[in-house]
């Protein structure tokens, strides 16, 4: 009996066969260009769609994607990969290596590679301790399996990267007083895009400030690494420097050119037009007890309220009002305030009311204010440390003329008729109250100035992987208290409701 003849299989097409590889990216559809990361991967699938609607024929298929291996295929699936110990950051990998098609970067740029990591050894130049981006093991590196080193050099960049766009200190790490923060930038998307440009480098170094402070703080610390101290300012030292220049990365990177800049712990404000100062003067802050410290914010001037009313929120009512009015029943008459049903109090306007004859409205989430006192002696005071976190403005009449484009006889002629008036700005006009106790002068010069919070050293520990218990000790050690805040003083004042 013949044996049944079996038909040979008929061989059917592979999905991506019939496109090639080596497509010219003048071929590509609606002038679609491959991105530096994605050579040898996968063209975007949703320019080519769109091309393939108005052509004839099928559309045709993308090449294929190599599936990823090893850690890069656990990575995609959603897994936090793990070097040595350390949990790397999934999240970042994950959308840097998305843009690469989850394809190893690094093979056949050895010599960028070796650069970045050099970069990455060096962040101590900006204030970094480079053990946050495994300065250890990137010396090491050799000894890790490739797909390990792959991941390992990628995350040092990327972290490294963010730390100088927004601060090493993760927003969600930060205090509940340091509201600052950069604009968002996508260093995934950066670096990405940086691969094959002319100084990769140069590319993620551009992410740091480059405000004068930032420029004269790393010139500072780089001359007290190198023990040349000559220039420098009296009281700096390297803890310091790399603690305000964490600050000076929580800024925009583009501050706006009319702006209201107050640093606490130089007790002044500054009016900047088209980046020039073109007003200053003394201002007195919060004190150090930490309930009524004066926060670090970014807000917007809004209006002016002439001859404010004072609402004064139900916790500084508990903590100040109601123990002054057990000690003295007449308190509240002779201060011209009402208690409120709401547990808050109001005080009614006038040149004797705690807010003055204008306060300056500025929205936010801490209830702190610019505005006038009746106290005109505490500014002479070389301890302006009074207030219950508001700024209290020495000319507050000039300033607002300065805000308005209006005469101080105009606006004096407004206040005199007792009548509560807001009067908006044209234009909102940002403020940034900001505590720095290092920064550079209009000199260039690093000025200093004490650290009345004990701000400096939680910043310092909480930029050290494993910070020396010896070295916060002392930089939280007690500071000189210098002259005693005054006994009475109103508290810190609301929104006007």
Known sequence: MLKQMRRPPV????????????????????????????????????????????ARGPAPLPPERPEPKGDLARLRDGADPIVAGETLDGPLLRRFYALC?????????????ATLAEAVLRSGAHGFDPERFHAGLLRRMA???????????????????????????????????????????????????ALDGDDPAAAIEALAPRTETYLALREALRRQRSGDAAGGAPGESRHLIEANLERQRWLPRR????RVWVNVP???????????????TRVIVGEETERKQSPELQAMIEGALLNPPWVIPADIVAADILPRLARD?????????????????????????????IMFDMPNRFDVYLHDT???????????????????????????????????????????TGTTLRKPLRSPVPVFLTYHTAFASPEGRVEVRPDFYGRDAAVWRRLQKHPPESVVATLAAPKPAGAQPLTARPPRPAQPR
């Open 329 to 357: 029943p007449e308190f509240l008459s002779r201060n011209n305030i009402v208690l409120l049903p709401n547990g808050e109090a109001k005080q009614a306007p006038g040149p004797t009311a705690g807010l003055g004859v």
């Open 374 to 416: 009746p106290d005109r002696a505490a500014f002479e005071r070389q301890n302006r440390r009074i207030s219950n976190g508001c700024i209290r403005v020495e000319r507050p009449l000039e300033f607002a003329a300065q805000l308005m484009d209006e005469t101080i006889e105009a606006l004096a002629a407004k206040v005199g």
């Open 101 to 113: 098609g989850f394809a190893p970067v690094w093979d056949g740029r050895e010599q960028l590679a």
């Open 266 to 280: 130089d007790q002044t404000l500054v009016l900047y037009r088209d980046d020039r100062p073109v007003f200053k």
């Open 255 to 258: 501050l706006p050119p009319d």
């Open 11 to 54: 061989p059917r097409p592979r999905p991506g066969r019939e496109h090639p590889r080596g497509l010219a990216e003048s071929a590509l559809p609606g002038g679609i260009r491959r991105r530096a990361c994605l050579a040898g991967g996968t063209i975007g699938l949703a320019g080519l769609a769109l091309a393939g609607c108005a």
């Open 143 to 193: 000894m890790f399996p490739p797909l390990r080193r792959e991941l390992l050099l990628s995350h040092a960049i990327l972290t490294y990267a963010e730390a100088l766009a927004h601060g090493a200190i993760p927003a969600g790490q930060r205090k509940h007083r340091e509201s600052l923060a950069p604009e968002p930038v996508d260093v995934a998307a950066v670096l990405a895009s």
